[in-house]
């Protein structure tokens, strides 16, 4: 079955009026009710939040050297911040699923479909 | 004899194309391999019609020669083998029978495929008239004024992405259809727009309408469907009147009626008259039933205005978009004179739409204001594409 990552994206410096504890409470209810229910119906393959950008460290090599450096890869201002990994019979499932979470979280989800799996 | 052949055969084959690759797509599962056999049935159809003549099912046959080719190319490639395996799979998938037994046509499930919202505009109109209307990549490029390199890219890409990302080949569930079906209503009225406004491109119409008639007819539940069909017939009824032996545009006050097509008119008035008796109103329906009330006037004099005024007012109130009020006010400039409506139309933020300039242009031609007019005329002759609409807007300037 396709597999799909659904990264949800952070803009550094972006201010979001600050949620109520209430709000965040119930975000986060939902987030857990759509997880579970992706864990029942077996979508649900991996998920995970990431810490802030800034801790990031990159290696490459250069020159036959390891070379390891502070901060994150991409030169940019938007990072990836959480994501989960899903399987979903095709690309229309999978936005469904997207538009759940969005609709919980209030952020957009990026969905790119996995270029093979190991169950494929 | 042989080029004349060759045209009919070329004819046929485009009708045929949008069914045939359909067809393929869903036993295949795959488009580029429909598209290869389907385009290496037309070749061996070339060379077999023009030796022994028309079989009697010239469809049927580019669709059992096109299976059997890509069943034997697949064959050998040992690399694609398993898609040999799921042909069947997917062919036993395929959608229930509907009531009274009918089986969808495979095109209504590519012109969704086509159309879905993870693929931008462009591309939805691109693929739909490539893979659904059977023109080349070619003739898709010069009607959007793009080089054929850059839409072959266009094409490929897309095409990549419905495969990795398994952009799904089936028509949507009812849930579904109000946010799906807009799209392809979208896509189908702008491809007639854009074959409209490109003289050399007229066949493009005709696609569409035909694509149109599909459309309506095998959703027959969705009466905006209907409406989308309707509009583009009333519209076409008008093509004859609508451009002067020399080629410039007649606008409809000035069309000589009697070149309007009446058999258009009657089909498209009766899909008009199910709609209202089904009084489920949209966008494509109102606007069909407005150009229907054109249709009705013997002479522009007597054209009913208060009723498509009435019709704007509903419009407008399902879509409250500034280019309705622009078409209400002009309407209303009609009925109650251009005061009005030049009160109306000067409110609206349209400055980058040049139908907005040239009915202020018209508007302040009436009023005697020739200066003022004539500028307006320059702006939108300024933002209209190349073309019969602006050349008829330059020569408006210049006797404004």
């Known amino acids: 079955m396709p597999h799909y990552l659904l990264s949800v994206h952070s803009v550094e410096g972006q201010v979001r009026e600050p949620m109520t504890?209430?709000?965040?409470?119930?975000?986060?209810?939902?987030?857990?009710?759509?997880?579970?229910?992706?864990?029942?119906?077996g979508m649900w393959v991996f998920s995970?939040?990431?810490?802030?950008?800034?801790?990031?460290?990159?290696?490459r090599t250069a020159g036959g050297q390891t070379v390891t450096t502070d901060g994150p890869f991409a030169e940019?201002?938007?990072?990836?911040?959480?994501?989960?990994?899903?399987?979903?019979?095709?690309?229309?499932?999978?936005?469904?699923l997207a538009a759940k979470v969005t609709a919980a979280i209030d952020t957009p989800i990026e969905v790119r479909p996995f270029a093979a799996t190991s169950d494929e | 004899m042989t080029t004349e052949g060759q045209e009919a055969i070329g004819r046929i084959f485009r009708e045929e194309y949008g069914r045939s690759l359909a067809m393929l797509i869903g036993l295949f599962g795959d488009i580029d391999v429909a598209e290869d056999a389907v385009q290496e049935a037309y070749t061996l159809a070339l060379d077999k019609w023009l030796a022994e003549g028309l079989p009697p099912n010239p469809g049927g046959w580019i669709t059992t020669t096109a299976r059997n080719r890509a069943i034997d190319r697949l064959r050998r490639q040992t690399r694609e083998r398993h898609l040999l395996g799921e042909a069947a799979l997917l062919a036993s998938d395929s959608e229930p029978a509907q009531e009274g037994g009918a089986v969808p046509d495979d095109r209504l499930r590519l012109i969704f495929t086509c159309c879905h919202p993870a693929l931008a505009a462009e591309t939805q109109v691109a693929l739909t008239l490539r893979l659904l209307g059977g023109l080349s990549t070619d003739e898709v490029a010069r009607s959007f004024l793009v080089t054929e390199s850059a839409m072959a890219q266009r094409l490929v890409r897309a095409k990549r992405k419905i495969k990795a990302a398994r952009i799904p080949y089936r028509i949507p569930s009812d849930h579904e259809l109000p946010d799906r079906l807009p799209p392809v209503l979208a896509v189908l009225y702008l491809i007639y727009t854009t074959g409209q406004s490109s003289p050399g491109e007229r066949g493009l119409c005709g696609e569409v309408i035909r694509l149109a008639r599909l459309l309506a007819a095998l959703m027959p539940d969705e009466p905006e469907a209907a409406g989308l069909l309707a509009l583009l017939l009333l519209t076409e009824s008008r093509r004859a009147a609508r451009t002067a032996p020399d080629g410039s545009l007649v606008l409809l006050g000035e069309q000589d009626r009697g070149h309007w097509d009446r058999g258009l008119i009657e089909e498209g008035q009766a899909i008009v008259r199910?709609?209202?008796?089904r009084d489920r109103p949209g966008p494509y329906q109102l606007q069909a039933a407005i150009n229907a009330v054109h249709a009705d006037?013997?002479?522009?004099?007597?054209?009913?205005?208060?009723?498509?005024?009435?019709?704007?007012?509903?419009?407008?109130?399902?879509?409250?978009?500034?280019?309705?009020?622009?078409?209400?006010?002009?309407?209303?400039?009609?009925s109650h004179g251009p005061v009005s409506a030049l009160t109306l139309i000067d409110q609206l933020d349209l400055d980058q739409y040049y139908p907005f300039h040239a009915a202020r242009a018209d508007l302040l031609r009436r009023l005697n204001r020739h200066r003022d007019a004539d500028a307006a005329y320059q702006r939108a002759a300024t933002l209209a594409p190349p073309g019969p609409e602006r050349d008829f807007l330059n020569r408006s300037g210049r006797t404004a």
Not at chain 1, 24 to 35: K, Q
Not at chain 1, 48 to 59: F, P, S
Not at chain 1, 82 to 89: E, K, N, S, T
Request: net charge negative; aromatic share 6%; charged share 25%.
């Open chain 1, 76 to 96: 940019s201002k938007e990072h990836l911040g959480g994501f989960y990994i899903i399987r979903a019979g095709d690309l229309d499932a999978a936005l469904a």
């Open chain 2, 274 to 277: 199910r709609c209202l008796a």
């Open chain 2, 297 to 334: 006037a013997p002479t522009a004099a007597d054209t009913d205005w208060p009723q498509i005024i009435a019709l704007y007012d509903h419009l407008y109130a399902l879509a409250p978009t500034p280019v309705v009020a622009l078409n209400r006010a002009i309407a209303i400039g009609e």
């Open chain 1, 21 to 41: 504890e209430e709000d965040m409470r119930r975000s986060h209810e939902r987030l857990g009710a759509i997880e579970q229910e992706m864990k029942s119906s």
């Open chain 1, 48 to 59: 995970g939040r990431l810490h802030q950008a800034d801790t990031a460290t990159v290696v």
